[in-house]
Nanobody, 124 residues
Framework: QVQLTESRGGLVQAGGSLRLSCAGAGRTFSNNAMGWFRQAPGKEREFVAAISWSGGSTLYADSVKGRFTISRDNAKNTVYLQMNSLKPEDTAVYYC?????????????????WGQGTQVTVSS
């Protein structure tokens, strides 16, 4: 069974940092671009960041650029999201996803595997 499992999120104060990880199981994702999305209460799911199969190319939403960093370790079949300078508006359920192709995109319809999500709450 193919699975993506996010690490536990948590509660952090504004200005703090948190690192999420997402481990793949059931197949290798080393040839696939990976991404992170988030969904805040009452809002639609939105793109956060994506990374190419090799890690050489990344994309970020404007709202997180300069604060979040996506990375991956193909040997561990794992993708990471380092979140710094967190703001209350970053509060959301964060999802990792695997894309069909090796080229990163912000379009959620291009992702065919999704994790269950993990809650990140940033207090002011």
């Amino acid at each position: 069974q193919v699975q993506l499992t996010e690490s536990r999120g948590g509660l952090v104060q504004a200005g703090g940092s948190l690192r999420l990880s997402c481990a793949g199981a059931g197949r290798t994702f080393s040839n696939n671009a990976m991404g992170w999305f988030r969904q805040a209460p009452g809002k639609e799911r939105e793109f956060v960041a994506a990374i190419s199969w090799s890690g050489g190319s990344t994309l970020y939403a404007d709202s997180v650029k300069g604060r979040f960093t996506i990375s991956r370790d193909n040997a561990k079949n794992t993708v990471y999201l380092q979140m710094n300078s967190l703001k209350p508006e970053d509060t959301a359920v964060y999802y990792c996803a695997a894309q069909r192709s090796p080229v990163p995109t912000a379009q959620s319809t291009m992702y065919n595997y999704w994790g269950q999500g993990t809650q990140v709450t940033v207090s002011s």
